[in-house]
């Protein structure tokens, strides 16, 4: 009989080995990339050698980038986000990287595969007793193209590349000759990006972006551009309530936003937006709208019935120290993909770091809870289990660096006013998509001829957008993609998107 302490000694030498092996494979990746970025010639790298000074590789973006090819190198393509979702690793000597891809490449051995989403489970929540075989799965006559991506990150991009070709590159030549070529190659967010793309996103939205230009045969540069946004400066506004069940039982749980955006003002007869239902590999299906070529939203839901809302806040500007992180649009995505509950949701969060300043209003139908997140940069701070959120675009956690916006008040002001929350008055779908199209404007105490930034529907208005989970549907506005109907809601049926096989889904 062979003994237990004979089997463990030779597990602890086939250990050793493997270490050993991994790290020699480790130095032997780095080496080689080194070369690649540096010309250094490095035969036999001495662990301690400092990166700064005897390596002469000072630029922090630099050592991100040799860290990104290295695992790429190493097989760790779906662990490459661990460079931005956990908290980053100080890479100071050789020896670092090369503990850091070690560690990376033991764990994804021992970690167990990641169980798929069980659509199955979660169909049941989107069927009723009044399920129509001939309900359509979205309003005929949506002016708003409708797109169905599945599978891997690439084969999504490869997918809606194909299709949307012409719209992309339709928008991108007018955005790029509206800011022109020059000032594209010399503004830093963009170039920063091309350098180091874990700077704004995780790996699976770099391929999903370089699939879907290669589709598209468009350069991969400017669709990346389009999506950490080519004009730092024109940042979407919005406003979002969500009431729960439990406050409005009548109707249900009911969660609303407006999607505003500046920049829709200069680009109008260009712009496209897309609805997105997306399925990604081993994910949870989930719908988002945006301009054409981005690869997440600011606003949406998934199968699990997880509801996510943003705004910007305004009172707490972008600035060095909150600059460089994943951007909202693909927090949102990374929720929306992976989270089936509000505490899964705040995890993701946390464990991301974060560009800007935003809030954000999660909601649970299966649960009927409520949460309001706020960050700033690493600061975050929650709210949860509410009865009822509302916000604009100024902190409501955080503490104002600049007064809040005179508008964001205005519009908070009016939101309060018509939900009138304090009375026992219930929110009606019906009313919650009056509320969105409002056009009284606070600061002139009357209804005005056109929508101002005082109105809750702000000139800017890319849409608005009404979900009411117990009922299955999702009531959306069209924006600049009709405006002779800028104030008709075109239904969209979550039974049919998320209760339904893929292919049902689409008639």
Known sequence: MISTVSVSREAAVDEGRAVRRASHRAMTTLATIVRFHTG????????????????MIRDPRLVRRIVWDCAVELGLGDRLSLLVERRQPQFDTAGDIVEFLVREMFRRRNERPKSSFDAERYASLWRGPDDSSDEVAVEEG???????????????????????????LRYIVNNVERIGLEKLKVMPELQDCIIDPSIYFTQAEVEEIQAMAKAADIPWEFVLGHNIGLYPAYVPGCSQFAVSAGRNA???LVHAVNEDSP???????????????????????YVTFGLVGTVGGLNG?????????????????????????????????????AATTIPEAIEIIRSLRRDGSWSICLSHFPTDRICYVEYDGKSLLINDHQPAVVSTNHAILHETMTGPTPHSISRMDRLHAMLSLESNRGVSPSWAKNILRDGYDTSRGRVTAFPTMHTIRRIDNQGSFVIVPATGELWATAGPMAPTMAD??????????????????RA
């Open 40 to 55: 250094q010639h490095l035969s036999d790298i001495d662990l301690h050698a400092r990166l700064s000074d005897d390596l």
């Open 142 to 168: 949506f002016p708003m193209p409708v797109e169905f991506c599945e599978g891997t990150p690439a084969e999504m991009g490869a997918q809606y590349g194909r299709n949307q070709a012409r719209n992309l």
């Open 301 to 337: 839901i998934n199968a699990a019935g997880l509801i996510v809302s943003t705004t910007l806040v305004m009172d707490r500007p972008r600035r060095r120290e909150t600059q460089h992180g994943i951007i909202q649009p693909i927090l949102t995505r990374k929720i929306l993909e």
């Open 250 to 252: 009548e109707f249900g």
């Open 488 to 505: 008709r809601y075109f239904r969209i049926s979550l039974r049919r998107l998320f209760g339904e096989s893929p292919a049902t889904s």
């Open 263 to 285: 920049y829709s003002l200069l680009m109008r007869e260009h712009l496209t937006r897309v609805m997105t239902v997306r399925r990604p590999k081993g994910g949870v299906p």
